[in-house]
Structures are given as structure tokens and as C-alpha cells.
């Protein structure tokens, strides 16, 4: 046959051929998706909200940075957590910060109390207040942890 002999497709036999390959392509794409997803829950999927890091023991930590005294600030809940930061480091050292700070090179919550950090983030302030309330009423460090990454911290609020 020669090319002018040949003949053109009809229109309908264009649209049953496209049709007939987006099928296919999608037969296909659904296929790995599939696979995909049964392999993935198959396995041990990563934590979608890791712990943030900490020290599991004091003498890790040691020597503890200083933290800003908290005499400067008026408002009373970051008043608050800075002084359980002066007052009890050996606990806050052994605590995740879950605003994930960790970015910005702290190894725990109470690197948060070195700088300004904490003053602008209720995550740093409350986990501070809830570790110290937490202590004073003779928690285990273990257990405030606990408390922490079960994210009771949320409920303190944020009073001024």
C-alpha cells in the first residue's frame, strides 16, 4: 500500500483506541497504588509525630546551659516556666520540646529557657509549667515525660 492508500482512523475508532489506553494506564497506576499501599501498612510505618530528642540521663547533659532569669519577665505563665527552668533543669534536660526546636540545635525543653525562645511559644511554656507542677507534686522524670508526650501540656492553656 502506498501512503496515499492508506486510510484514516474514523473518529470513533480514535476515541475507543484513547479510551481503550487510559484504561489501561489506569488499570495500571491503580495496580502499583495498590501494591504500594499493602506493602506500606505491611511494614512498621514510621511514627507520624516522633518524640523530639532529650537526654535519657542528667550526666548526658551535664554541664547545663544557663537559662535567663526569670525576674525579667512580667507575664506570669512564662514567669512561670522560666523559673522551673532556674529551678529544676535536672528535669526539664530529661524532657522532648515538641515544638521541635531541635531544628533550631536545642537537644531538649530546657534549651528553650537559654535564649527568648520559650517567649514566643506556648508548646515550650506549658511543658515547662506542667513539668514543674508535675514534680512538685513527686512525679517520676519518667512520668512527666510520659505526661509530655501524651501532650497534657495542651490543656494548661495559655493564661497570662
Excluded at 67 to 94: C, K, M, W
Excluded at 115 to 136: K, V
Aim: proline share 8%; glycine share 6%; net charge positive.
Amino acid at each position: 500500500m502506498s501512503r496515499k492508500n492508506r486510510l484514516k482512523p474514523t473518529l470513533a475508532e480514535s476515541k475507543t483506541a484513547i479510551g481503550f489506553g487510559v484504561g489501561i494506564l489506569l488499570f495500571l497506576v491503580a495496580t502499583f497504588y495498590a501494591g504500594y499501599r499493602m506493602q506500606s501498612t505491611s511494614s512498621n510505618p514510621p511514627a507520624l509525630d516522633p518524640v523530639p530528642v532529650y537526654f535519657r540521663r542528667v550526666a548526658d547533659a551535664l554541664p547545663f546551659p544557663p537559662t535567663l532569669d526569670p525576674i525579667q519577665f512580667q507575664i506570669g505563665n512564662i514567669h512561670e516556666a522560666y523559673s522551673v527552668a532556674r529551678e529544676i533543669p535536672e528535669v526539664l534536660v530529661q524532657q522532648p520540646c515538641y515544638c521541635y526546636c531541635q531544628r533550631q540545635g536545642h537537644r531538649s525543653l530546657l534549651d528553650c529557657f537559654r535564649d527568648l525562645h520559650a517567649t514566643s511559644c506556648d508548646i515550650c511554656i506549658n511543658e515547662a509549667r506542667l513539668a514543674g507542677r508535675l514534680h512538685r507534686q513527686g512525679k517520676t522524670d519518667q512520668k512527666i515525660r510520659a505526661a509530655i508526650i501524651e501532650k497534657q501540656w495542651a490543656n494548661l492553656g495559655s493564661p497570662k
